[in-house]
């Protein structure tokens, strides 16, 4: 089984690009978007009919948003984490299949001045707690742009990143604090060497330099392990200034 998970950054603009395309030579077993931008309306795209589609789209019209494309039906598909002050951005969509949950996050940016810093540490402490409920229930595989490098070889310049937004001490430790309740971030159950990034700048040829951030993730509950196949980025896929990330999970 094939998970994708990809920060489109605005799901109006990947189409007109390669997103159908990509989406076909994938054939991905569940997507799911981040930064979608848009309502499914807006989009008035006929997609693939093997795909149910769901939508957790934020108040404020072009902003934020997460999709989930999805080849088998979820037993149920929740918005949000149950928390008004943080669910009117559309950034969680989870959806709950016979064995395990997939969580689909777009995590809140500190912004540059470090202006949201204190919220992005609420947010975090609340994710948190949302996630270990469900792990309660049953295991749980989470994805999405979680706005943080986390470890130094997660970013090509760490030093000179240090107190900016996506790298600060405090972002870095709410995702240890994932970590130490258990979820394992899979792409270094098989990759333990940097120069792997899934964000680029626009600016000054970032990408094709490769000076790029590992933003973007899938973890999982550590009883699942057993059941991890592969992890992987698919660097070479444009369209956005990230690219897709995935696993594969035996069934």
Known sequence: MKLISWNVNGLRAVLRRNFLDYLAEEAPDMLCLQETR????????LWPTDYTTYWNCAERRGYSGTALFT?????????????TEHDREGRVLTAEYPDFFLVNVYVPNAQRELTRLPYRQKWDR????????????KPVIFCGDLNVAHTEIDLANPKANVKNHGFTPEERSGFTALVKVGFLDTFREFETGGGHYTWWSPMAGARQRNVGWRIDYFLISARLRCRLQNAFIRREVTGSDHCPVGIEIAE
Do not use: N, S, W
């Open 38 to 45: 848009c309502t499914p309306d807006d989009v008035e795209q």
């Open 71 to 83: 080849r088998t039906r979820p037993l149920a598909v929740t918005h949000g984490i149950g928390r």
């Open 126 to 137: 609340a994710f948190r707690r949302y996630l270990r409920a469900l792990d309660e229930r």
